[in-house]
């Protein structure tokens, strides 16, 4: 007797939550992070190690990287399965647009948690809005970076140029803003992030709202930015700080072999709770806020899990 589409739907589910509906997969798998320390590496690490304990014939080496652009290039010219990036620049990837001169063949497993434009500012700079950055040292984030590539939107919205800034990472650009060597810098990561909350004790800052170039980044690229706000007293700040939300994913070449694609899917939800995300509002990994990757794709081998899940 044949069996319904519920049950069918159920037996399929099942197959995936207990990993015997196909052989283990095998090799090693190359994930690009991002620097040493970071949130990206944080995380890329842990999944590694769970990955590694679900499938002991599967080893994934973690890439340390400048993150977002350099990690999609990465997985474009073959130095790299899998990836983490900022979604603004891995729709950019897939466009062929931005910082890619031509498509990169990369696909997404999963949207996993959402950043927040930092602006940091010391507390008694002179600095209301972003447009007044102009003639101060500043940095927009690492070279290569995704906190990069959305520092300059921001600025190009308020009708600035990034002319003189410097790219230094978030470890760099908190050292040199305690040295009086920088009067601002941008970060895109989790709230509170821990390098801020170290810099505000020691010296105290204040975020510059981004409202306005939120609207307008939404508006010219559509919903990989988002208009949020870092939660009243995060970094001490008096009261809420309106800025720009982007998610990130996990992504992989377009051409990884799917049963691996669906693997690596399942372990990121079934160990979820090993796994380290950012501090974040709404940062808990689920898979209904997962599928909601925009105009990347869904590799096809994260689609056969969540379909089975669902």
């Known amino acids: 007797m044949p069996l319904s589409r519920r049950a069918a739907l159920a037996l399929g589910a099942a197959a995936v939550l207990t990993g015997c509906s196909t052989p283990s997969p095998r090799g090693v798998l190359r994930l690009a992070a991002g620097p040493e320390g970071g949130p990206y590496q944080t995380f890329g690490r ?3 190690e769970e990955i590694g304990r679900a499938h002991p014939g599967l080893t994934v080496e973690v890439l340390s990287t400048a993150a977002s652009v350099r990690n999609l290039r990465l997985i474009g010219e073959g130095g790299a399965e899998l990836g983490l990036a900022l979604a603004d620049s891995a729709a950019d990837a897939v466009a062929g647009r931005g910082s890619f001169a031509r498509p990169v063949a990369v696909a997404a497993i999963a949207r996993l948690y959402l950043n927040y434009l930092h602006l940091v500012v010391p507390s008694d700079r ?3 809005t ?4 102009a003639g101060l040292r500043y940095s927009l984030g690492a070279a290569g970076s995704g906190t990069a590539v959305v520092a300059e939107r921001v600025l190009a919205a308020a009708g600035s140029s990034p002319a ?7 470890a760099e650009s908190v050292a040199a803003l305690r040295a009086g060597e920088l009067d601002a ?3 895109s990561g989790g709230v509170p992030t821990p390098a801020i909350t170290e810099l505000a004790e020691l010296r105290p800052v204040r975020l510059v709202p ?3 170039q939120a609207a307008v980044l939404r508006s010219a690229y559509g919903p990989v930015y988002e208009s949020v706000s870092i939660p009243l007293g995060a970094y001490r700040q008096s009261g809420p700080t309106p800025t720009v939300g982007t998610p990130s994913y996990l992504v992989c070449a377009a051409g990884l072999d799917p049963e691996t694609a669906r693997a690596v899917t399942e372990v990121l939800f079934r160990r979820r709770d090993h796994l380290q995300t950012p501090d974040a509002p709404g940062g808990r990994l689920d898979e209904r806020y997962a599928i909601g990757t925009g105009t990347v794709p869904l590799h096809p081998g994260a689609a056969r899990y969540y379909r089975a899940v669902y």
């Open 164 to 170: 003189g800034a410097r790219l230094l990472g978030p």
């Open 46 to 48: 842990r999944l590694a």
């Open 126 to 128: 002179p600095v209301p």
């Open 185 to 187: 810098f941008f970060w």
């Open 130 to 133: 972003v447009g007044d950055l």
């Open 210 to 212: 981004l409202a306005a």
